[in-house]
């Protein structure tokens, strides 16, 4: 089994870049690679749900990461989204990340299906077993239609299965209950923008969210204000700064319209700045001129254009 190093800091999901044509672009997705680390993010987390992972075929998911973790050259870590329903092809894009040199594993739930609880514990135990990197979940029930409780996160982290978790959950007591049984070196993440600050405060150990796809710079300064400094008054002042930004990309959770989505307004904050990422694969599609406008004044405002 691999050594496990606690991750802390801003990881930063990635866009998959596309064509015109929804063919998918090298020259975007190392662009935007370079961005990122170019943000000083403390690591990547690709392949999730803002890389629509699920609008991807298994062949192009390994194309993708393999050109991420090639632009990435070991510079700094980066956590492969090789999540799957299947356990047999989770543990197929598992090991091809591992042999293209991914540091650790983010792995969904199983989902749709909604298995039973012991049916998911065993999938990430086979995938431990199989693969031997360090894996984090990827706790989004919102999404997967599962959710492993603390209680459970703390089973599979006492078996060495798991090392982290990511919360994409609107109730920050998940971050306080999992910080407060779990082993100190088991890693918890904040996932939801929502609750950014409140899961900072609540003594979170990283943050992976909208906000490190289109702002990277900024949250890595609110997470020195937390965790090197510690001002939270200079901290409270960035993320109301930040709040506007939010309060755009999760509007759709306000309007049955579920307009605009969030990942929309993510890949359009990358394509504002320049770089190629495309739009997305359908049924998804751009965000409405209006709101780009908007988008452009949010982050004009923030002196990110």
Request: contains cysteine.
């Amino acid at each position: 089994m691999a050594i496990v190093t606690k991750p802390f800091g801003i990881y930063a999901p990635t866009v998959t870049a596309f064509n015109a044509d929804e063919s998918l672009s090298q020259q975007g997705n190392r662009a935007y690679v370079r961005f990122l680390l170019d943000s000083h993010v403390h690591g990547l987390a690709p392949m999730g749900s803002a890389g629509e992972f699920i609008a991807l075929t298994e062949k192009e998911r390994m194309q993708v990461m393999e050109w991420t973790l090639a632009e990435v050259n070991g510079r700094i870590p980066v956590y492969a989204g090789t999540g799957h329903y299947s356990t047999r092809t989770t543990i197929e894009l598992s090991k091809h990340a591992k042999e293209a040199g991914a540091t650790g594993l983010m792995l969904m739930p199983p989902y749709l299906l909604r298995p039973p609880k012991r049916d998911v514990m065993d999938h990430f135990r086979r995938v431990r077993e199989a693969i031997g990197l360090p894996i984090m979940v990827d706790n989004v029930p919102i999404l997967a239609g599962v959710e492993l409780l603390p209680a459970d996160l703390k089973e599979l982290a006492d078996e060495d299965v798991i090392h982290g978790v990511k919360w994409s959950h609107a109730e920050i007591s998940r971050i306080q209950d999992t910080k407060l049984i779990c082993k100190p070196n088991f890693a918890v993440f904040v996932g939801i923008d929502l609750v950014g600050f409140a899961g900072l405060a609540a003594g979170a150990d990283g943050y992976i969210g909208g906000l490190a796809i289109m702002v990277p710079r900024l949250l890595r300064t609110l997470f020195g204000q937390f965790r090197e400094s510690q001002n939270l008054s200079n901290a409270r002042q960035t993320w109301e700064r930040l709040l506007p930004l939010v309060q755009f990309e999760y509007r759709a959770l306000m309007s049955d319209s579920g307009s605009p989505h969030w990942l929309a307004v993510c890949r359009e904050a990358a394509a504002l700045r320049g770089i190629p990422v495309g739009t997305p694969r359908a049924p998804l599609r751009p965000i409405f001129p209006d709101q780009k406008a908007e988008l452009k004044r949010l982050l004009t405002a923030l002196g990110e254009l």
